[in-house]
């Protein structure tokens, strides 16, 4: 069924998904789709890297952060995903991420919003995630 709808509806479906309360177990598949479908859409990307944090797999976190960085690699959101990725599999070479990322919060306003946005739905579904607890410290830190 998937396959009759066209990648952008299909993400918008799961963005909404997600909104709900989705599990992010249920919609990384959908998102592996859009991605496969539609693989220069960074926001997919994005996306996907978010959901696989929050099911504790840093590693494909990662590579999917790391695609989506290609295409956009000034997007605060993925510099924050890959930072947090990096930081659950122990990689070193997260500062970069956190000072590109902190520096396109301080900015633009819209882009501060939907970061300080997307650290409170991670830690309402994500209580004790240290790694993104450290990243939040270091991007508003004065």
Same mark, same amino acid.
């Given at each position: 069924?998937?396959?009759?709808?066209? #990648?952008?509806?299909?993400?918008?479906?799961? @963005?909404?998904?997600?909104?709900?309360? !989705?599990?992010?177990?249920?919609? @990384?598949?959908?998102? @592996?789709? =859009? *991605? +496969?479908?539609?693989?220069?859409?960074?926001?997919? $990307?994005? *996306?996907?890297? $978010?959901?696989?944090?929050?099911?504790?797999?840093?590693?494909?976190?990662?590579?999917?952060?790391?695609?989506?960085?290609?295409?956009? #690699?000034?997007?605060?959101?993925?510099?924050? +995903?890959? &930072?947090? /990725?990096?930081?659950?599999?122990?990689?070193?070479? =997260?500062? !970069?991420?956190?000072?590109?990322?902190?520096?396109?919060? !301080? /900015? &633009?306003?819209?882009?501060?919003?939907? =970061? =300080?946005?997307?650290?409170?739905?991670?830690?309402?579904?994500?209580?004790? $995630?240290?790694?993104?607890?450290? @990243?939040?410290?270091?991007?508003? !830190?004065?």
């Amino acid at each position: 069924m998937a396959e009759t709808i066209a #990648p952008n509806e299909l993400f918008d479906n799961a @963005i909404k998904d997600y909104q709900a309360g !989705e599990s992010p177990a249920k919609l @990384i598949p959908i998102f @592996i789709d =859009v *991605c +496969n479908r539609s693989p220069k859409l960074d926001s997919a $990307w994005t *996306c996907l890297s $978010w959901l696989y944090l929050l099911e504790n797999k840093p590693q494909l976190a990662m590579k999917a952060a790391l695609k989506s960085m290609k295409i956009d #690699p000034f997007d605060a959101q993925t510099r924050i +995903n890959l &930072a947090a /990725a990096m930081l659950d599999a122990k990689q070193s070479g =997260v500062r !970069e991420h956190i000072e590109l990322a902190k520096s396109l919060v !301080e /900015a &633009a306003p819209e882009v501060r919003d939907q =970061v =300080v946005a997307n650290f409170k739905d991670g830690f309402s579904r994500k209580p004790d $995630w240290a790694s993104l607890k450290r @990243i939040e410290k270091l991007i508003f !830190e004065d």
